[in-house]
């Protein structure tokens, strides 16, 4: 009676690992592929004209510097009314 039960808890601690490992395995197999999906979408995006990288960069400096005004704006209202009180 007792090697049966020993028979069947090992037999269910192998089967239980072997299961983690094919998940564990499984995993890291889709994590790669992925990985390596979002390289190749780099590169080919890498290969785009030089005027819509252009485009772009000017776009995204013109924010910044829209940004950069505002912030400025916001830094000196704040400075010049420091002495005021307001409610």
């Keep these: 009676m007792k090697d049966s039960k020993t028979l069947l808890l090992l037999s269910a601690s ?5 299961v983690s490992i094919a998940l564990l395995w499984s995993w890291g197999y889709q994590f790669s592929f992925k990985h390596a999906q979002n390289n190749t979408a780099v590169i080919i995006n890498a290969g785009d004209d030089k ?3 252009r485009q772009i960069s000017d776009s995204l400096q013109k924010a910044y510097y829209n ?3 505002h912030l400025d704006k916001t830094i000196d209202s704040v400075y010049n009314s420091t ?4 409610g």
């Design 14 to 18: 192998i089967l239980l690992l072997l």
């Design 51 to 53: 005027k819509n990288a």
């Design 67 to 69: 940004t950069l005004d």
């Design 83 to 86: 002495d005021s009180l307001k």
